[in-house]
C-alpha cells in the first residue's frame, strides 16, 4: 500500500515536472547555427566551414538533429547528382520559429546585459 | 562501400529518427570531402553517436519509466517489495532460535543484521514474481523485455551491494551471538579478496601432498567463492526464466499463479541444490567445484531461453492506419 503510494508521489512529481511549460531556449551553438540558417540554406559540414571555429563536426549533426525536434529549423535531403550513388546530403535552413526565438533571444541578451556592455 | 556497410550494422542498432538525423547526414557529407583523410568522418560520426546517446538518456529513461503504463517501475517496485518481505520473513526463522544473551538487543538491528544473508537469495528470486505479476494483461513485446533484462542488470548491481556488505553483517550478528567481540570469522564472513588469499594459500600445497582435510577445505572455499558470483549474477537468469514464464501460456492466464509456482519451486530447489552439492564436493573429487556452483544457474538461464524461445515477445504493435 505504501509502495503504491510512493509510485504514485513519484509518477505525480515527474507527470508535473514535464508538464510544466519553459519558455524556449537557445544555447550558444544553437544561435550560432541559426545564425549562419538565417540567411542561405546549407549542408553539416558547410555549416562548420562557415562558423570559423565556433561549432565542430562531431557535435553539429546532434545540435541540428535537436534542433529539428525543437522545430528550429528543417530539414530536406538533396536529390543527388546524375550518376553519383549514395546517400543523398541533408540540408538545413532556419524555419520562421527559429528565427523569432534567435531575435527574441537576442533582445532578451541585450536587454540583461551590463550597461557597459550595451 | 564502407559507409554503406556502416550504415548496415548502424541500421541495426541506431533507431530510424539517428539515422535519418544524424548517421546519414554525416556519412553523406563525407562524400564532399575531397582534401580530407576519411578517418577523420568517421571519428566524427564516432563522436557524434557518444554524444547524441549521452544526451539522449534523460529521454530513454523518460520513455522506459512511462511507456506500457509504467510497467517498468511497477516491476523495480515489486522486486523490492517482494524482496524484502521474503528476507524478513526469512529472517523470522533465525531470530526464534537467537540465544538469549540477545534478548536485550534491539529486534530491529538483529533483523538489520540478518537481512542481507536473506537478500541475496530474495532479491534475485521475486523476479520470478514481480515480473509476470507487472506485466499481466500486457502483450510482452521486444522492448518491455529488453526492459525487464535492463531492470535484471540493475538487480545484479544491488546484490553485488548486499553481497559485499554480507560478511560484515554476519561477523557483528556471530559478535552479538556471542558475546565475544573477538569471535573469529568463518568463510561465511570472509571477503572475497580474503576467501580468494585462503584459496591460493591452501593450494601451495602441491596436489600429492595435500591432505585430503586440506583438499576439501580448498575445494569447499573455492566452491564458496564461485557461489557468490553465481549469486550476484543470478538475476540475469532469473530474469529470463521470469520473461519465460510470463510469455508462457499459463503465465500469460494465471500471472499470480505462475510467478508464486516458479517462486516457490526455486528457493527450496536451491536449497535442495545447496545441500546435495556440500555432500558431493567430497565423494566426486575430480568434478571442479565451479561446476556445481554455475550448473543451477546454467540450467535456470537455459529453461528461461527455451520458454522464451517456444513463446518469443511479439514487435511492437504498428500504429492504426487509415485503411486504404
Redesign the interface.
Known amino acids: 500500500m505504501a ?1 503504491t503510494a ?2 504514485r508521489y ?2 505525480f512529481s ?1 507527470d508535473v515536472a ?1 508538464s510544466t511549460r519553459h519558455p524556449p531556449r537557445l544555447s550558444d551553438k544553437e544561435r550560432v547555427i541559426l545564425e549562419l540558417l538565417s540567411t542561405e540554406e546549407l ?3 558547410e555549416l562548420v566551414a562557415a562558423s570559423r571555429g565556433r561549432l565542430k ?3 553539429v ?2 545540435t ?3 534542433m ?1 525536434q525543437k522545430g528550429y529549423v528543417s ?1 530536406r535531403s538533396e536529390p543527388s547528382p546524375e550518376g ?1 550513388g ?5 540540408m538545413y535552413s532556419a524555419t520562421p520559429y527559429g528565427i523569432r526565438v534567435m531575435n527574441a533571444w537576442s533582445t532578451l541578451l541585450q536587454h540583461l546585459s551590463p550597461e557597459h556592455a550595451r | 562501400m564502407t ?2 556497410r556502416i ?1 548496415r550494422v548502424l541500421a541495426r542498432i541506431c533507431s530510424e ?2 539515422l535519418t ?2 548517421v ?6 563525407m ?3 575531397r582534401d580530407r583523410p576519411s578517418w ?1 568522418g568517421y ?2 560520426l ?3 553517436l557518444a ?2 546517446s549521452t ?1 539522449s538518456i534523460p529521454d530513454a529513461l ?1 520513455r522506459a ?2 511507456d506500457d503504463e ?1 510497467a517498468v ?2 516491476i523495480a ?1 515489486l522486486v ?2 517482494s524482496a524484502l518481505v521474503a528476507a524478513v520473513a526469512l529472517t523470522a526463522l533465525p531470530l526464534t532460535f537467537a540465544p538469549f544473551s540477545m534478548k536485550s538487543v534491539p529486534l530491529v538491528r538483529l533483523v538489520v543484521l540478518l537481512l542481507p544473508q536473506a537478500l541475496v537469495l530474495t532479491l534475485p528470486a521475486a523476479l520470478l514474481l514481480a515480473v509476470p505479476v507487472a506485466l499481466r494483461n500486457r502483450a510482452l513485446t521486444r522492448t518491455l523485455a529488453r526492459r525487464t533484462v535492463a531492470v535484471s542488470i540493475c538487480c545484479v548491481a544491488a546484490t553485488l551491494v548486499v553481497m559485499l556488505w554480507m560478511p560484515e553483517a554476519n561477523q557483528s550478528y556471530r559478535v552479538l551471538a556471542s558475546g565475544n567481540p573477538s569471535v573469529p570469522r568463518g568463510p561465511n564472513e570472509w571477503g572475497f579478496a580474503t576467501l580468494r588469499e585462503q584459496i591460493d594459500v591452501l593450494n601451495l600445497t602441491s596436489e600429492d601432498r595435500m591432505t585430503p582435510e586440506a583438499r576439501n577445505m580448498s575445494r569447499r572455499l573455492e566452491y564458496a567463492y564461485h557461489v557468490r558470483v553465481a549469486l550476484i549474477s543470478a538475476p540475469i537468469y532469473l530474469g529470463l526464466l521470469a520473461l519465460g514464464v510470463t510469455g508462457s501460456p499459463a503465465g500469460r492466464r494465471r500471472p499470480v499463479v505462475a510467478g508464486v509456482v516458479a517462486l516457490v519451486l526455486y528457493l527450496p530447489w536451491l536449497f535442495e541444490i545447496s545441500e546435495a552439492t556440500t555432500a558431493s564436493l567430497e565423494r566426486f573429487p575430480s568434478v571442479p567445484p565451479q561446476v556445481y556452483a554455475w550448473t543451477p544457474m546454467l540450467v535456470i538461464a537455459a529453461v528461461g531461453l527455451w520458454l522464451i524461445a517456444r513463446h518469443p515477445p511479439a514487435d511492437a504493435q504498428p500504429p492504426i492506419t487509415e485503411a486504404r
Not at chain 2, 546519414?24 to 557529407?29: E, G, Y
Request: charged share 25%.
Open positions: 509502495l510512493v509510485l513519484v509518477r515527474i514535464s549542408y553539416g559540414l563536426r562531431g557535435t549533426y546532434v541540428l538533429g535537436r529539428e530539414a553519383a549514395g546517400l543523398p546530403r541533408r | 559507409a554503406e550504415r529518427a539517428t538525423r544524424i546519414d547526414p554525416i556519412l553523406a557529407d562524400r564532399w570531402e577523420l571519428l566524427a564516432l563522436k557524434a554524444v547524441h544526451l523518460g519509466w512511462r509504467h517501475p511497477r517496485g523490492l517489495a
